[in-house]
């Protein structure tokens, strides 16, 4: 199937764009719910979890991860045809509180609410830069305008 089917130009912004913000769900996911994340490191995965956990570092590490993966779904989101904000909130909110929840369940992982909180914390941060942006996209646009309209200079 080609790339440039759809009524939109760049309908294949949409399909690539929804291909890596899947494949990082997936990933994240992955990630917060695997008993060992790191088992790729071997033996130094026990330390460099022992290490991180119940630090600071590990609400970095969520507020980066949510601060990405609503970046993510905005962008995809603008793709579309209809962009909701409000989706993109439920979507993220909905994984942050589903996978802090399973991790209750999960052997070796412990559900955290201050975890939950940076989380929240990632997306807000998205969500304010992404309306700042748009906000001065918008004054820059009727600076434009206008002195487009105000004719030559002389």
């Not at 779904?73 to 909110?93: E, H, N, Q």
């Not at 996978?99 to 929240?120: C, K, M, N, S, Y």
């Amino acid at each position: 199937m080609p790339l440039m089917t759809g009524t939109r130009p760049f309908a294949w912004h949409a399909r690539i764009a929804s291909l890596v913000t899947g494949t990082y769900v997936v990933l994240l996911t992955y990630l917060l719910l695997t008993p060992e994340p790191l088992f790729l490191f071997g033996s130094a995965a026990g330390e460099i979890h022992g290490a991180v956990d119940g630090t600071v570092s590990t609400y970095v590490q969520h507020t980066l991860a949510y601060a990405v993966l609503m970046a993510l779904f905005v962008w995809t989101s603008s793709l579309r045809s209809r962009p909701s904000v409000f989706a993109c909130i439920g979507i993220a909110g909905g994984h942050a509180f589903l996978t802090e929840g399973l991790q209750l369940i999960v052997p070796g992982r412990h559900g955290d609410p201050w975890d939950l909180i940076a989380d929240f914390a990632g997306m807000a941060v998205v969500l304010a830069s992404a309306g700042i942006a748009v906000a001065l996209q918008k004054f820059l646009t009727q600076e434009t305008l206008r002195a487009e309209s105000a004719g030559p200079e002389v």
